[in-house]
């Protein structure tokens, strides 16, 4: 869950910046790379989102600024102005001080004072030891689903690999896209050729865009009609998306 009040009142924002503004308002770090990031829209109030708008970005980049690491030794951190930026993980070492086991999921490394501290006695054994740097500027989040809700109305954008791993294709999923004899649910899958295209326009020209559905949403007519079936869809994806799902495409499992 995030928090951004939106204290400059701004209509709409991507779903990046919420996700930083929100870590240095806790204040926090991520002190792990995750597998999966789950984002919640923020609110002011139950029903009132923070922003009309939001953009969800296809990828997110995790860096040195967000990411955490601790060293196992002394505590320091990446973020602490006197230590070097560079942390290091040595397979040996860690295991002789296995002593030192975390249950919680922070990433394994150590300062480079550290490292060399206990690289000091080996001399001639070094290369025995396994040493590598830890990098955590570099790892992206990628979006694969985005959920809207308007009142109880659940919709979700999924992102399908096709059989090429390089190409993928959206899908729209909305389980009560229609009704029969007016009790049961009729859910409704459908392709969107144009969901890249729909944020590549929107990051480009933000304002316009989002400036136009409010025009359309001021009309007083009921949205079926001021919107086709297209402009429905871009509209719920920018305005309800409430829960953005992010994978990370480095791990494996
Ligand atoms: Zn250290
Ligand atoms: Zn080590
Ligand atoms: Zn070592």
């Known amino acids: 869950e995030m928090f951004d009040a939106n204290p400059h009142r701004l209509p709409s924002t991507n ?8 870590l240095s308002e806790i204040p926090a770090k991520l002190a792990t790379i995750p597998p999966f990031l789950v984002l ?35 505590q320091k951190t990446n973020h602490d102005p006197e230590t070097s930026k560079d942390f290091y993980f040595c397979n040996e070492c860690h295991e002789k001080e ?7 999921a922070t990433i394994t490394c150590y300062c480079t004072n550290c490292l060399s501290d206990m690289h000091k006695h080996l001399a001639g054994s070094i290369h025995t030891h396994h040493t590598k740097r830890v990098s955590s500027d570099k790892t992206k989040l990628n979006l694969f689903a985005v959920l809207c809700i308007e009142t109880s109305h659940y919709v ?39 969901f890249d295209k729909w944020i590549d326009d929107a990051e480009k020209g933000k ?28 509209l719920r994806l920018f305005r309800d998306g409430a829960f953005f799902f992010y994978e990370n495409a480095d791990m494996n499992y």
């Open 15 to 22: 779903i990046a910046s919420i996700f930083r503004n929100s």
């Open 40 to 74: 919640v829209a923020p609110r002011h109030t139950r029903s009132q989102r923070s922003y009309r708008y939001i953009i969800p970005d296809r990828e997110i980049t995790l860096d040195n600024s967000i990411v955490q690491l601790v060293c196992l030794k002394c």
């Open 156 to 194: 979700a954008f999924v992102k399908c690999q096709k059989r090429n791993p390089l190409q993928h294709e959206w899908l729209f999923f909305d389980s009560m896209s229609d009704r029969m004899y007016d009790e049961q649910n009729v859910p409704l899958v459908d392709s969107v050729p144009d």
């Open 207 to 234: 304002d316009d865009f989002f400036n136009w559905l409010d025009d359309r949403r001021g009309k007083r007519q009921p949205t079926s009609q001021t919107f086709n079936e297209n402009s429905m869809r871009q």
């Open 98 to 104: 296995s002593a030192t086991v975390t249950t919680d």
